[in-house]
C-alpha cells in the first residue's frame, strides 16, 4: 500500500481501535484482532483483493462484539463511526461494513454474499479458532465466561471440547481461498492431535 493517506488512515483506525478493545480479553481481543490482521494480509498476499479494504475490515471486525455489549453485534455500526469520523469515502465505509457484518460464524445462512475483500478477512478470522492459538482462545472463553473445558460425565452444558466439534473442526470446509484452506488444514490436524492426547492422559481413549 503506497497510498500515504489510505497508510495513514490504516493507522488511525488501529489507533482508535487499540483504545475502543483495551482490556477485552477472553480470546476476543486486541492480540486477536492483530493475528487476523497479519494472516489476512499473508492470505491477500496470494489471493489479491484491495489491501487496505482488507486491513480496515480485519481491525475492525470486533470492535463490536456482542459478546461485549450486552449481547447486541455493534461491530458494523462502530465500524461506520470510525471510519466516518476520520473522513474515509462513503463507499470505503460500507463495503468495511458489510464485511464487517457478514463474516461471523453466527451469521450462518443469513450472511450475506461476500467480496473477494470479504473472503480474505473470514478466512483470517476463523483461521485464528484454529490451531494452537484455537486451543488457547477456547481455554480462555471458557474461563471467562464459566465455561468448563471438559466433563467426564454426560451433561449438556456448553465445554470446550464440545465447541471442537460444534465449530471449529467445520471450519476448514468454510474456507473460500486456497491460502486459507492450506492453513486451516494444518491446524486442524494440530488440534485434532491435541484433542486425541487430552483424551488419552483423561482416559477416555486408550
Known amino acids: 500500500m503506497d497510498d500515504p493517506v489510505t497508510r495513514q488512515l490504516v493507522d488511525r483506525v488501529e489507533t482508535i481501535v487499540r483504545e475502543r478493545m483495551d482490556g477485552q480479553t477472553a480470546?476476543?481481543?486486541?492480540?486477536?484482532?492483530?493475528?487476523v490482521l497479519a494472516s489476512a494480509r499473508a492470505?491477500?498476499?496470494?489471493?489479491?483483493?484491495?489491501?487496505?479494504i482488507i486491513e480496515l475490515a480485519a481491525l475492525l471486525h470486533?470492535?463490536?462484539?456482542?459478546?461485549?455489549?450486552?449481547?447486541?453485534?455493534?461491530s458494523a455500526e462502530?465500524?461506520?463511526?470510525?471510519l466516518s469520523g476520520l473522513g474515509a469515502e462513503d463507499d470505503l465505509i460500507e463495503h468495511v461494513a458489510h464485511i464487517v457484518d457478514n463474516i461471523s460464524f453466527r451469521k450462518g445462512e443469513s450472511a450475506k454474499p461476500l467480496s473477494l475483500e470479504g473472503q480474505v478477512v473470514q478466512d483470517a478470522d476463523r483461521l485464528d479458532a484454529l490451531g494452537a492459538i484455537g486451543i488457547v482462545r477456547t481455554i480462555e472463553y471458557g474461563a471467562a465466561f464459566g465455561q468448563p473445558?471438559?466433563?467426564a460425565e454426560a451433561s449438556d452444558a456448553k465445554t470446550g471440547v464440545g465447541h471442537f466439534y460444534e465449530k471449529l473442526f467445520k471450519l476448514k470446509s468454510l474456507m473460500n481461498t486456497d491460502a486459507?484452506?492450506?492453513?486451516?488444514?494444518?491446524?486442524?490436524a494440530f488440534?485434532?492431535?491435541?484433542?486425541d492426547q487430552f483424551m488419552r492422559e483423561s482416559g477416555e481413549i486408550a
Open 180 to 188: 486459507g484452506r492450506r492453513m486451516a488444514e494444518d491446524r486442524e
Open 43 to 52: 492470505i491477500q498476499a496470494e489471493a489479491g483483493g484491495d489491501l487496505a
Open 149 to 151: 473445558f471438559y466433563l
Open 78 to 82: 462502530f465500524a461506520r463511526e470510525i
Open 27 to 35: 480470546g476476543h481481543g486486541m492480540d486477536h484482532v492483530l493475528r
Open 191 to 195: 488440534m485434532q492431535t491435541f484433542l
Open 62 to 74: 470486533d470492535v463490536g462484539d456482542a459478546k461485549f455489549h450486552d449481547g447486541v453485534e455493534r
